[in-house]
């Protein structure tokens, strides 16, 4: 008997990423990939049970690859139940969200019919996948004050101003903000802290934060942590001017450094944050998988192997 072609799609989308705006585009999506030579398995976001059944039902061998459309909570839902369940497609990017973190660090473009071209091309590069307790993360855990403010924030405000609604968000709530106390233990120091707020990091850019880790690269088999320690509060303001810039990692406030193995622990109970979403409940432990995603990438603007 002749051996089935690989010749399927899995499109996992998120219809109400950008506030809907895929859903205009999703037959136009559908039929690029059949011009391509392609079948489409579309499979609709719902809170990453639908993909968890998908990825360990799924014969890989049928399949050419992923494509995954939203913002940066379904790329992160997708990537889970891939290396939950041992798939080892390579993964197309449609970013559609308000958080494209993911993506920028890609350099993907806006423009969907780009987007397709890389996505249906050939080029691809390895990157690393974090690991957080029993979780997996693409882009940055974090923890602290900030995260609550980042979790209160109107989701519609998010869509509206992105970036800025974080940024004004934090400013408003900064006199009712305090310092919590957390222990960082590596395999080679242990840290003893105050913090606002503190980010472990495999991409650069979190929540529209482009420069949030100016230093990281996602292939590198190491994590970029980044703590905010406690400060005046009246230098906290400015602080976030330099985050902005990327200017923050020399600020002798901020206890900045690189590892594989990290465990975060505190009395307090602190909020976290996965990707975008709530996050675990400390102890937090992390650790690296090393170029363990394939991401599809333009061979213009990608120079990176």
């Not at 973190?101 to 993907?108: G, I, R, S, V």
């Not at 974090?130 to 405000?157: C, E, H, M, W």
């Amino acid at each position: 008997m002749a051996e089935r072609k690989a010749n399927k799609i899995l499109l996992y989308y998120n219809a109400h990423a950008g506030s809907g705006v895929f859903k205009n585009n999703l037959d136009h999506i559908v039929a690029r990939c059949q011009e391509a030579g392609y079948q489409v398995m579309p499979v609709r976001a719902a809170k990453g049970i639908v993909i968890d059944r998908v990825m360990s039902e799924i014969d890989a061998s049928q399949y050419s690859r992923v494509i995954a459309a939203g913002g940066d909570g379904t790329i992160n839902l997708c990537v889970n139940a891939m290396v939950k369940y041992g798939v080892h497609l390579p993964l197309a990017i449609l970013p559609a969200g308000t958080a494209n973190d993911f993506a920028y660090y890609f350099e993907l473009p806006s423009d969907i019919d780009y987007q397709l071209d890389i996505a249906l091309g050939s080029k691809t590069t390895n990157v690393d996948v974090g690991v957080v307790n029993d979780r997996y993360f693409i882009n940055v855990a974090a923890l602290g004050a900030l995260i609550d403010v980042s979790q209160k924030t109107d989701p519609n405000l998010k869509n509206a101003i992105g970036t800025l609604a974080y940024y004004l968000k934090a400013v408003t709530e900064i006199p009712q903000i305090r310092a919590l106390p957390v222990k960082l233990t590596t395999p080679d120091h242990v840290y003893e802290e105050e913090i606002y707020f503190m980010v472990v990091m495999n991409g650069e850019s979190a929540g529209g934060f482009r420069k949030l880790s100016p230093e990281s690269y996602m292939n590198d088999g190491k994590l970029d942590v980044i703590a905010f320690k406690k400060m005046p509060i009246v230098e906290l303001a400015p602080m976030l001017f330099e985050v902005v810039h990327g200017r923050h990692p020399n600020n002798k406030h901020v206890l900045y450094f690189q590892t594989d193995r990290l465990t975060i622990e505190s009395e307090e109970d602190i909020s976290t944050d996965i990707d975008g979403e709530h996050g675990e409940k400390l102890p937090l432990h992390f650790s690296v998988l090393h170029n363990r995603l394939n991401v599809f990438v333009s061979e213009k603007t990608w120079q990176y192997d």
